[in-house]
């Protein structure tokens, strides 16, 4: 049974990884993507018709979602309409959403994750923002507020936090004006970000009334 013996950074796609099988490059895709993999499991393929006798043209459209997926990581649904847009009949799209599902390749929920740690993380983003985000990529809600949950819990932060630090770096382009006009700009922009206005309010409070953090003010 083939099995995946190495998972290496791709030499010219930043942010993606090669999953080897038994030696031999077999997919590159995103390092979201192979999140669950690791040396020693089964492969992708494992457990899959093999190829050569799987029909033709669930083949190809199987391929295709793989080479759709080494681009970027997508959700099942986005993967799903993206093929039927490039003409894939959907019974072909069907099969190929359950093999990489259960080869490891496709996962909602780890998609979701990569996507709310980056915008807790990174870019500050409304919980309200990201899940409206996954809503359109076809995330079902209950998936997505489960992953806003761990990355929350798992970065030690909350909403407020997450708005505060929204906060601080629009004030930074809004430092020429007076007092009233920064936080009416500031809780404007809150609002439009998504954040719920007790949280808009309590973060204001506290990027106005007190100094930034060292090394958001390095």
Do not use: C, W
Not at 14 to 40: K, N, Q, R, Y
Not at 98 to 124: M, Q, T, Y
Not at 162 to 185: C, F
Request: proline share 8%; hydrophobic share 40%; no cysteine.
């Amino acid at each position: 049974m083939p099995i995946i013996t190495g998972i290496v950074p791709s030499p010219d796609k930043p942010g993606h990884v090669v999953i080897l099988v038994d030696g031999v490059a077999f997919a590159t895709v995103p390092e979201a993507s192979a999140a669950g993999l690791a040396p020693g499991q089964d492969s992708p393929a494992a457990g899959a018709e093999p190829p050569r006798k799987a029909a033709a043209g669930e083949q190809k459209t199987y391929e295709r979602a793989l080479r759709l997926l080494s681009f970027r990581a997508r959700s099942a649904r986005e993967l799903e309409k993206r093929l039927i847009e490039k003409g894939e009949p959907p019974e072909h799209v069907a099969t190929a959403i359950a093999r990489l599902s259960a080869n490891g390749l496709l996962d909602d929920a780890r998609f979701a994750e990569a996507k709310a740690r980056s915008g807790i993380v990174g870019k500050p983003r409304s919980r309200r923002r990201i899940e409206q985000d996954l809503a359109r990529k076809g995330v079902a809600r209950d998936v997505a507020e489960a992953a806003i949950r761990r990355v929350m819990a798992d970065e030690g932060t909350d909403e407020l936090a997450v708005a505060e630090r929204a906060a601080r770096k629009k004030l930074r382009s809004l430092s020429g004006l007076d007092p009233r006009e920064q936080r009416q700009k500031l809780y404007a922009f809150l609002a439009r970000q998504g954040y719920a206005p007790d949280v808009a309010r309590r973060a204001l409070r506290a990027v106005l009334h007190a100094p930034p953090p060292e090394d958001e003010g390095a």
